[in-house]
């Protein structure tokens, strides 16, 4: 099997402990999985794709946080496109009083970006640190990006229960539309533990947090305060998850497929403030998702 081979080199070579080392890790695995995908799609891999597990599907919303976060030799790239609601467009009645009515609207913008991260440390260990990056646009007007950093801790960490704990800020740094939203610091906690369904076992998670920034909750437009945000997520089956969740702005959910035994890819569909709480818009997105499997807690 590729993805053994892989396995046996790394097991002989001496523990990954530098950024060189994560390197080498990543490019054998990623030829092992091109290999084992070539042979798929020539129709002689069957069986060595039918040996291959699922990864793990993400059971957790976009816009919504999660303490699992990327450790030592874990990266991701991701691609997405999205609409969301241009929400109501208003024009003065009147000049010299300044007078103006709004009307909704029914169109929506599409847009699209791509984003990749690295994970140093281990949160079980000692300190994990995640950094990413998201460039936020391709359409000239929305053209930008925003680099987000995490830190995260385990506190409880075995095959029946994984509970950690981790804060960062998102927008740290940030340029062109990125610097819009300003910068959201945020904590959350994230708990995951295997339950049996059907007599299968599948993995529940819980986040839970408290942040600013994106997070708020707009209460009106005079009244704009730090927010909670919380989700829950549900394995379906070996590589189909959803979830859903309260995102400081209104309820956001994901169904995520993992569709190829052996390889890390995921394909999530999201909604986000389904309900358009306090008419904020609602927004949908479509993102390819290469290598983000850690972010679910097994």
């Known amino acids: 099997m590729a993805a053994k081979e ?5 097991e002989n070579r001496t523990p990954l402990n530098s950024p060189l ?3 080498v890790k990543n490019i054998l695995y ?7 995908l070539f042979f798929s799609l020539l129709g002689t891999g069957t069986s060595l794709a039918s040996e291959q597990p699922y990864p793990q599907p993400s059971i957790t919303p976009s816009g919504i946080e999660t303490a699992f976060i990327a450790n030592q030799n874990d990266f991701y790239v991701y691609s997405v496109i999205y609409a969301y609601d241009d929400g109501p467009q208003c024009r003065t009645t009147n000049s010299e009083t300044g007078a103006f009515t709004c009307e909704n609207s029914n169109s929506m913008t599409v847009d699209g970006g791509v984003g990749l991260g690295i994970g140093l440390g281990s949160s079980k260990d000692l300190i994990g640190l995640q950094i990413g990056y998201n460039f936020l646009g391709i359409r000239d007007e929305n053209i930008g990006g925003t680099i987000d950093v995490k830190v995260a801790r385990d506190l409880v960490s075995n095959e029946n229960l994984r509970i950690s704990l981790a804060g960062g800020a998102l927008g740290l740094i940030g340029h062109g539309k990125g610097l819009d939203d300003g910068i959201t610091p945020f904590l959350v906690t994230s708990v ?9 076992q599948r993995t ?34 070996d590589n189909v998850g959803v979830s859903a969740g309260w995102a400081g702005r209104g309820v956001n959910t994901t169904l995520s497929v993992s569709p190829v035994r052996g390889l890390p890819i995921g394909i999530n569909i999201s909604a986000e403030n389904v309900t358009n709480y306090n008419d904020l818009g609602r927004a949908y997105s479509l993102s390819l998702v290469w290598g983000g499997n850690f972010r679910s807690a097994f």
């Open 21 to 23: 080392d994560a390197i």
């Open 192 to 200: 995951a533990t295997p339950v049996e369904i059907f007599s299968e």
């Open 30 to 36: 990623f030829a092992s999985t091109l290999r084992l």
């Open 6 to 10: 892989a396995s046996n080199i790394l």
């Open 204 to 237: 529940v998670q819980f986040n839970f947090g408290y942040g600013g920034g994106k997070f708020q909750e707009v209460r009106s437009p005079e009244v704009i305060q730090e927010g909670l945000f919380g989700s829950l997520g549900l394995e379906l089956s």
